[in-house]
């Protein structure tokens, strides 16, 4: 098992490192504090810029995002780059530190996912909004707040930075970030770090910092089942010949087990930390109705974080309000498969593939296309430069960080870990179980993101002081 998969650590050994002293933590929390009106203030005029890198939403608006990004880092006094290689706009922005010392890369990025439909929404998707001490708006944590907590920090140490710093901030994370390859490519020494921090996950709980050190890997896939080559009669027909809608529902229904975990043979499978996490915090979080059982076996957080999950995202048939009595010839699904942090993607799909043309119903034709895939992240979360990280967390909220893991994906993190083996990636976020990312009211606690930018600050500061 990869160190840290599923491993509990606080800071009992990095809350002893002499580094900075409680005056000099406490002067950064109060400079902190003093800045964050006007970083509220840059934060809602970037979740008011509707930057959805989606394809079908007009790509000038993450035009305009990726300019008032490198408007905002060129105002702390860096050199500032807007790079494009075939894809959305970026922005690399790099300050020099003191002689010698280390370097912190952080990263974030200003696209966004659609709003959905509106009218799910309590108030408007991309005009900030405060309610009980959080921000709502698309955006406003995942992850405009990740490029705020950057220049906070920044902000922060104006004037007197400890570390040479580089602040990248990609254009198209939501779309799969299909020319970050190019862009490490062409400019990857200009991205190379001791440390580099990602803004881009969560915290155990509000009030409970966390360091993801285990994501879960992913695949999309479209199946399309086909059981004739014209659609006909159902009265004709119907008895002795099966529609393609029936045949993709019991298709994919083979996909689970009965008591709903992943049928598919071979998979990767691991055990997640036994940390307090029960069935009522994860119905309360996740809006289970009542009555609706949860799915599959082992603990929940080994069920959301180290297990695969198979969930149907989409599916192509003809809608009801046009619906006939007729035999579809076709039809199709998008399915979303999350793979243990360990499992290889390209090997999981040909499982996933085998399994489903091995269980085509009445003998239907099954066809079954990779859409996109990405590797897991298992961090090797130790020495010094995650003490510091661990230490910082410990310094902004007053309590001891755990190592979690994200059932989500963030490929891309995987490209860092192989372009820059030697630095320590720290994946930290401004998210708490309530931000709703991705979905509508999406949320940022107030209170916790200037925790986050304190814990940022805090940690060049650490950093800096190492050096010295």
Not at 65 to 93: C, N, Q
Not at 193 to 207: E, K
Not at 339 to 368: M, N
Not at 441 to 460: K, M, P, Q, R, T
């Amino acid at each position: 098992m990869p160190a840290g998969l599923g491993r509990v650590t606080g800071v009992t050994d990095a809350a002893r490192t002499p580094a900075l002293t409680p005056d000099e933590i406490e002067a950064i929390r109060a400079r902190v504090a003093e800045l964050m009106p006007q970083v509220r203030a840059d934060l809602e005029a970037l979740v008011r810029i509707p930057s959805v890198s989606a394809s079908s939403f007009d790509q000038s608006q993450v035009a305009r995002s990726a300019d008032a990004v490198a408007e905002l880092l060129r105002a702390e006094g860096l050199e500032v780059e807007v790079v494009t290689e075939g894809g959305r706009p970026a922005v690399i922005g790099h300050v020099d530190g003191p002689e010698g010392a280390p370097t912190v890369t952080l990263y974030a990025h200003h696209d966004v996912q659609p709003p959905g439909d509106e009218a799910d929404w309590h108030t408007a998707p991309f005009e900030p909004t405060e309610r009980d001490g959080r921000l709502y708006g698309r955006g406003a944590a995942d992850d405009k707040a990740g490029v705020m907590a950057h220049i906070a920090a920044l902000r922060a140490h104006s004037g007197n930075l400890p570390v040479g710093l580089t602040i990248f901030v990609e254009g198209e994370e939501e779309s799969g970030s299909p020319s970050l390859e190019t862009i490490l490519e062409r400019h990857g020494d200009r991205l190379a770090a001791d440390a580099i921090v990602i803004a881009d996950s969560t915290n155990w709980a509000v009030g409970a910092p966390a360091l993801t050190t285990t994501l879960r890997g992913g695949l999309r896939a479209v199946v399309t089942v086909r059981t004739l080559d014209h659609s006909v009669h159902s009265g004709m027909y119907g008895g002795a010949a099966v529609d393609a809608v029936t045949a993709l529902v019991r298709l994919l229904a083979s996909l689970h087990d009965d008591d709903g975990s992943v049928a598919v043979a071979g998979l990767d499978v691991g055990e997640a930390a036994d940390l307090d996490y029960d069935e009522a915090r994860f119905r309360e979080e996740s809006g289970l109705l009542d009555g609706v059982e949860l799915i599959g076996t082992g603990s929940i957080l080994s069920r959301l974080w180290t297990k695969p999950s198979i969930t149907t995202i989409g599916i192509d048939a003809t809608s009801i309000d046009k619906a006939s009595n007729t035999l579809a010839a076709s039809a199709a699904a998008k399915i979303s498969v999350r793979l243990a942090p360990t499992q290889d993607p390209a090997a999981a799909f040909e499982l996933v593939k085998a399994h489903l043309e091995s269980h085509a119903p009445w003998g239907a034709e099954v066809e079954v296309a990779l859409e996109e895939s990405g590797p897991g992240f298992a961090a090797q979360a130790d020495g010094p430069l995650y003490d510091e990280a661990r230490a910082s967390f410990a310094d902004a909220w007053g309590v001891d960080p755990v190592d979690i893991g994200v059932g989500g994906s963030i490929p891309f993190i995987a490209s860092f870990v192989e372009r820059f083996p030697d630095a320590a990636i720290i994946v930290t976020g401004v998210e708490d179980p309530d931000t709703r990312a991705h979905g509508a009211n999406e949320s940022l606690h107030l209170g916790e993101f200037e925790n986050v930018c304190v814990a940022e600050a805090v940690f060049l500061a650490r950093v800096g002081a190492l050096h010295g």
